[in-house]
C-alpha cells in the first residue's frame, strides 16, 4: 500500500521549522580565531571537522575510518556581545536513524555563560530529511559579552559550518578550559552519544560542561574494538590528562578482549607512564534477565577488575576501574531506546556516576 | 548540492534493523478477548484505536479530531507462555519528526512482568521512512506464563495491528488494573509525549506503570485548548478516578486561560462532584531566562493557585493544584530536546515528581 507522509504532528505550532529572520547577521568562520574548536585530536594541525587524523599513519579498519568523520564530542566556542547567534550547517548527509532524532544525528546544540555555569539554550530545528541547514539560536536584547558553546553533531560528518552574528557585533576567544590538559575517550556507540537527543546530552559533553576540560571523543559506534592501531594514533594527541578506554561493548570475544585491553593500556603506558588510565565496564543491557549477556557482563567485569588489580600491583599508580554495573540505577531497564543505548535519562545518570571518579583524578591535574 | 543518505551509522551492527524469523509464529488480533486494549475512552463501544469518539457528539477542532487518531498512552496487555512475542503493525503515516525518534513516534515498546514490577524489554526497530513493519520483541526460553504489556506508538495513528506468539502457545487476559477507575489526563504535546524516546517513557506511561492504573491520555499536540467541547467529551467515559488537567502550556492568551480553565472545571463538576481534580502548572522552558516566558508562567501560577485555593475556599474538597515550577530540577536547562519537549530524562523527573501528588489521591481511591 501507499506509503501517505503523517503530518499530525504539524499540527503542532511549536513543533514546526521556524523560518528565523537571519537578516543582518554576518557568517564567520570558526575554523579561525577568535573562534576556538575544541574536541578533535589532530584540528591543530589539520584544520579538519574528523576524530582521526585524514591520513592515520595507522592503518584503522575502513568502518573506523568513515566513523571518525562523525563530529560527536567537538565543540565551537567563542565569547561575543552580538543580541543573536545564528549557524550555517553543511552535513555529510542526511540523519536517517529509527531510534535517535535528526537533532543527535546531525543537529548543534547551544549552551551560554560561563564554565560551570553553562546554561542550554536551543538545539537546531531543520527538515529531518535535509543536508544543510541555517538556525537562529537566540536574540537577546543585551549587548553584554556571552560565553558560548555550540556542540557538533553526534552522528554526522560536518563539511563545513559557519556561525552567523550581528554585523557591527565583537567576537572573542571564548573562556579558557581548567588547563590544557585533554580527557580522551576511547569506546563504543554509547560513548559517540547514541542515542543522545541532542549533541549536549552525549555524556563526554555533560561531563566537559561539568568539569571543563576538553574532552576527545574517539567513541567508534559498533567498531571500538580495542585495536592497537587506535591506542599509536591516541598517542599522538597532543598534552593528554587523562585516558578513558569505555569499549567493552564492543570488545569482540572473550579472548579478544582478554588479549587487546592488557595490550591497549600497555601502548599508552609505553610513552605515557604517569597519565591516569580509567577503564569503565560495560553498563547494564535492558534484557540481561532474558539473555546470556549478564554471564558475559560479569566474566568481563571479573577479568577487567583482576587485570586493574594486577597493573596497580605491579606498580601503576595511575590507572583505575570504573564498575559500571550500578551507573544506571536500579531501573537501569528504562534508560535506554532500545535496550542498549542510553536516552538523556541514561547519559545523565552516566554522567552522574563518572564525575565523582574523574573528579579524583582530574583534581590531581588541577595541583599541579 | 545532491542530498547523499549518510550511512555512517550502519557501520554499527548493534544499530541495523535486524530480520527477525518469525516462522512459526501465529497472528491474533488483539482487539478480541483475552486481549485487553486499555487507554482510548471510546475503545470496548467502538473498537477503533483513536483517543476521541469517531463522530464526537461535541464539536471539535479539526486538528484535534485528527490529533485524536495519535494512540498516545494506549496499550495492549495479555498473559502468554509463548517464549516468542512480535508485533505486525500498519501506521497511518510514516515518521518524520526532526526532534523524536521513530521509536517514540510510531514505534511500540514492550514491557514484561506483574503490575509494579514491569520491566522493559525492547522497542520496534524498523525504517523510519516505512509505515509498516513487523518485529519480534523477544525470545525467551521458558514456557512459564508471561504479563506482557506494548505500548502504542505517540505521535502516529495505528491502522492495523497483530501480536504474534508462538503456534500452540496460550494467550490469557492480563493480570489487571488496581481497580477499574481511570486517570484522565487532559493536556499538551508534553502531555502527549513529545519527545520522549519510545512509547512507555511519556510520563503518562510511566505513572501507568507504577500505579498500575489505566491513564486515558488526552494530550493534544499544541491544540489542548481547554475547549469546554473537551471537557464534555471527558465526562463520556467510564468510571473515572482521577482528572488531570495540565494543558497551561497551550493555554492561548491569558485572558483565554483564564476564561477556559475554571469553566472545565465547572463542567467536569456538573457530572462528578468528589472525582479528584488535579491541575498541574506549565515545566519550566529552557529560555525562561532570555525571554518573556518566565514572567507570563509566574502570572498563570498565580492565577491558578488562587482559583484553586477559591473552588477549596468553596467547599471542593478534591481539587488541588501541583506547581510543577521544580518538576524538572536544578538543571532544568537539560531536561528537553529543543528548550520545551522533554526528553526522557525530563519525562522521569516529571513522573517522580507527579507520583507522590498522585499518590495522595489514588490512595483514596484504593480505601473505597
Redesign the interface.
Known sequence: ?P???????K?????K?KGNSLKGIKWLDPKERPFVVSGFGWFEKEKIFRRLPVKPQWKVAD?VN??A??TSGAQIRFQTNSKRVAIRV??????????????G???FDCY?GAPGKK?????T????????YEYLF?T?NKRDTKNITLNFPL???VKAVLVGVDTGSKVLPPLPYKNDKKVIIYGT?ITQG??A??P??AFTN?LSRRFNYEFINLGF???GRGEPELAKLILEIDNPGCFILDYEANCGSFEQFEKSLPEFISILRSKYAKIPILVITKVRY??E??SDSLSKRLTRLKFQKKLIACLKKKGDKNISLLDASNLLGKDF???S?????P??????RMANGIEPVLRKILGKLWIR
Request: overall charge neutral; some cysteine; aromatic content about 8%.
Open positions: 500500500m506509503v501517505k507522509k503523517s503530518d499530525l504532528w499540527l503542532d505550532k511549536n513543533m521549522l568502518a568513515s566513523l568523520n562523525c553543511l552535513l555529510s548527509g542526511v540523519a536517517g536513524m529509527h531510534h535517535m532524532p535528526a537533532t544525528v546531525g543537529g551560554i546554561k542550554y539554550l536551543g538545539t530545528v531543520f527538515h529531518h530529511a535535509k543536508d544543510s537566540f537577546i552522528y554526522m560528518g556507540s547514541g542515542c537527543s541532542r549536549g546530552m555533560i559506534s559498533g567498531n535492558a534484557t534477565s532474558i531497564h528504562e534508560c531506546v532500545d535496550g542498549g543505548h536516552t538523556d535519562l541514561g547519559f545523565m
